[in-house]
């Protein structure tokens, strides 16, 4: 693969040790963490061209490390600083005062982890803000998936392939859109193509083009996915589903980083980063003898699991209201919010198709949700309340029901033609509900 300019890191030197949430958040916002003795802060070097903030851990600085750290702050004091407190103190001891005066940033810590990380995201002078990052267009502040992000920003910049997995609606595609527009190759172009989608005769020809006349139909010479995605990124969904002789052309452009148009023996060079995804087991085609050993090995390079979404249960609430909000800016609906039921059913819930699955109902339910709140019908998951639930949301449903038909027949003097014409429905319709509810209609006028 042809070399491609090296992408800035965003490093926090980090005076002390941050915890392990602490570097965890801190990865998943795209910035590493160098963790420095305090005691020996004169052998910190740093690399120019990486985008650097200092971080003074104040929890954890002994005594005999304020002097040196104080040096090395003086030396460098182009770098933003922040400073990192521990919760509970009324005020800081006069020795901190001077490190405290170089640090314009404070955060108690843990409690203010968000804070800092908001700070990083937004506040650094940096052209490229991290904020604006695609990693951030992966929504969710699960485990799980700050472990994500984390790896897509530590997969983005290197140029090798990558090989998502996951189950379908997990956001595979989404990610691997992210490591593009992270990489280096990011004003190039994005390919992606499913390549269970493709009929086998004509797998070779999309993915590598073709010659004039190579085959009957081929009335022009065409370029295919690769050539076209050239100092780009081409996504390859699906891969497992590549017939043989495709995996073979695609062992190829890993291997020697060329191409041969069907009809042609010329090889032809091309540079583009490859990703794969698969929610199948590609360990398991490789022992079946369906996928190609050696290929599966050079995909394999570095490897994103995307977590389903009920490892991720948290998720699913943050999800919802994200989907709802973009729903609602380009959308009119009643619906502003779930309801505490919805928001218990969509917990409890397996998301078979992820956060697909998710979108898709959310965007369902603000369509056909009545009121400001979703209820778990419109999402169609009143199935997965408990019983208990279920029964009280039934009971719910009836008295409003009951309230809504009185209102009516009260408006109308108990005409039922009149109130049968006012609620849309038919007099047959007005009778029955009176029936269901005990409404003695001769009593009442
Ligand atoms: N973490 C997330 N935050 C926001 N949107 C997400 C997230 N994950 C997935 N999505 C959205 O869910 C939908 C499905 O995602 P995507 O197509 O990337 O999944 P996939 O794993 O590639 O699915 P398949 O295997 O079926 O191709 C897309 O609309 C995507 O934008």
Redesign the pocket.
Same mark, same amino acid.
């Given at each position: 693969m042809a070399a491609v300019s090296e992408i800035q890191s965003r490093c926090v030197i980090w005076f002390g040790h941050p915890l392990a949430a602490e570097r965890a958040a801190l990865a998943a916002a795209g910035w590493q963490v160098r963790s420095v003795d305090p005691l020996n802060a004169q052998a910190v070097g740093l690399r120019a061209r990486d985008q650097l903030v200092g971080m003074i851990d104040l929890r954890q600085i002994p005594a005999a490390a304020l002097v040196s750290v104080q040096a090395w702050i003086q030396q460098h004091d182009h770098l933003p600083l922040l400073a990192a407190l521990p919760g509970g103190i009324a005020s800081p001891p006069p020795s901190w005062q001077p490190l405290l005066d170089a640090c314009p940033h404070r955060y108690v810590m843990p409690q203010d982890l968000a804070g800092l990380v908001d700070h990083l995201q937004r506040d650094q002078p940096d052209t490229t803000r991290v904020a604006d990052s695609p990693a951030q267009?992966?929504?969710?502040d699960s485990p799980a998936?700050l472990a994500t992000r984390a790896a897509l920003f530590k997969f983005a910049p290197v140029d090798l392939p990558v090989l998502?997995t996951? &189950?379908?609606?997990?956001?595979?595609?989404?990610?691997?859109?992210a490591l593009h527009a992270m990489s280096a190759r990011a004003a190039h172009p994005f390919m992606a193509v499913?390549c269970g989608a493709i009929p086998a005769n004509l797998v070779q020809s999309e993915l590598f083009g073709h010659e004039r006349g190579a085959f009957t139909g081929a009335a022009q010479r065409r370029l295919g996915l690769f050539e076209s995605a050239n100092g780009g990124t081409v996504f390859l969904? &699906?891969v497992g589903d590549l017939p043989l002789d495709a995996q073979t052309s695609l062992l190829r452009v890993l291997q020697e980083g060329t191409i041969e148009r069907v009809g042609s023996s010329q090889p032809l060079r091309v540079d583009v980063r490859v990703l794969a995804?698969t929610?199948v087991d590609l360990e398991q085609a490789v022992a079946q003898g369906r996928f190609r050993r050696d290929l599966f090995y050079r995909l394999n390079v570095l490897r994103l699991a995307?977590p389903a979404l009920r490892e991720r249960s948290g998720?699913v609430l943050v999800?919802a209201e994200?989907?709802l909000r973009q729903f609602r800016a380009r959308h009119q609906g009643r619906a502003r919010g779930f309801s505490s039921c919805a928001r218990q059913a969509m917990q409890r819930f397996d998301w078979p198709g992820?956060?697909?699955e998710?979108?898709n109902r959310v965007q369902r339910a603000a369509i056909v949700a009545d009121g400001e709140l979703i209820e778990p019908a419109d999402l169609d998951l009143v199935a997965t309340l408990p019983a208990a639930a279920r029964a009280l949301l039934q009971d719910a449903r009836e008295q409003v029901e009951r309230e809504l038909l009185l209102q009516a027949l009260r408006e109308h003097e108990f005409n039922v033609s009149a109130c049968a014409r006012h609620m849309q429905v038919s007099r047959v319709t007005v009778y029955r509900l009176c029936r269901k509810h005990q409404v003695e209609l001769p009593a009442l006028r």
């Open positions: 267009r992966l929504i969710g998936l998502v996951g &189950e379908t609606g997990t956001g595979k595609e989404l990610a691997a859109h499913n969904d &699906e995804a929610h995307m998720d999800l994200h989907f992820n956060v697909r998710l979108l």
